[in-house]
C-alpha cells in the first residue's frame, strides 16, 4: 500500500454488541471516517438478537456466545483485506483511521495495535515487522489473544490476508480476558 491509494484504501470494521446504550454513537463516529469503511458488520451477542439497525450489515452469534465468538465471526465474513476491530462502547476520533493507515504505510505493517488517537498522534504504539505474528510476539502463543488486564480490541487493525486472527472463544467474559 502506498501513500498515494490511502484515501482509496477499503477496509472493513467489526463491531461487537451486546445492545449498549452506546452502539449509535459509536457506529456514527466510525460511519464518519475521513477514510470512511466500505463494509461495518455489527455482531449481535445480546441474549434478545433484536438489535435492528438498516444502514449496516447486522450478523447475530445466538446470544451469549462471548466476545471472541463474535470477533471471529465478524473477521471471517468481512470482505477487505484490511479489518478494524470496535466494541460497542469504543468511539473513535474522526481521522482515527486514516492516522493508523499512515502508520501502517510508514513503517509497511501488517498489524497495528494503539490505544488512542491523542493529539493526531497514535500512543502508546506496538510496532511489528511485515509477516510477524503480533500474537506470538506479544503472548508467545501463535494466533491466539489472551490478557489477563483489559486489552481495547478497537485499537486493532490488522490485513487478514497477511495475519492470522484468532480469539480464544474458549474465553467468555466481556472485557477480562485470561
Not at 463516529?29 to 438498516?54: F, G, H, R, T, Y
Not at 506470538?136 to 494466533?143: N, V
Request: net charge negative.
Amino acid at each position: 500500500m502506498s501513500e498515494s491509494n490511502l484515501l482509496t484504501q477499503k477496509y472493513s470494521v467489526v463491531v461487537t454488541t451486546i445492545g449498549e446504550d452506546s452502539l449509535h454513537e459509536v457506529l456514527e463516529s466510525i460511519a464518519k471516517q475521513s477514510i470512511p469503511p466500505s463494509e461495518i458488520i455489527v455482531v449481535d451477542d445480546s441474549k434478545s438478537q433484536n438489535i435492528e439497525l438498516s444502514d449496516f450489515r447486522i450478523m447475530r452469534t445466538g446470544g451469549f456466545k462471548g466476545p471472541s465468538f463474535a470477533r471471529n465471526l465478524g473477521i471471517q465474513n468481512s470482505q477487505n483485506s484490511w479489518v478494524a476491530l470496535a466494541d460497542s462502547d469504543d468511539i473513535w476520533d474522526f481521522d482515527k483511521i486514516s492516522i493508523q493507515f499512515a502508520e501502517i504505510i510508514k513503517e509497511k505493517l501488517d498489524f497495528s495495535l494503539t490505544s488512542a488517537v491523542v493529539n493526531g498522534k497514535q500512543r502508546p504504539k506496538k510496532l511489528l515487522e511485515v509477516n510477524s505474528n503480533p500474537f506470538e510476539l506479544l503472548y508467545s502463543k501463535p494466533h491466539i489473544l489472551r490478557s489477563s488486564s483489559y486489552f481495547a480490541t478497537g485499537t486493532f487493525m490488522f490485513n487478514r490476508d497477511k495475519v492470522k486472527v484468532l480469539f480464544d472463544e474458549q474465553i467468555r467474559e466481556r472485557e477480562n480476558i485470561k
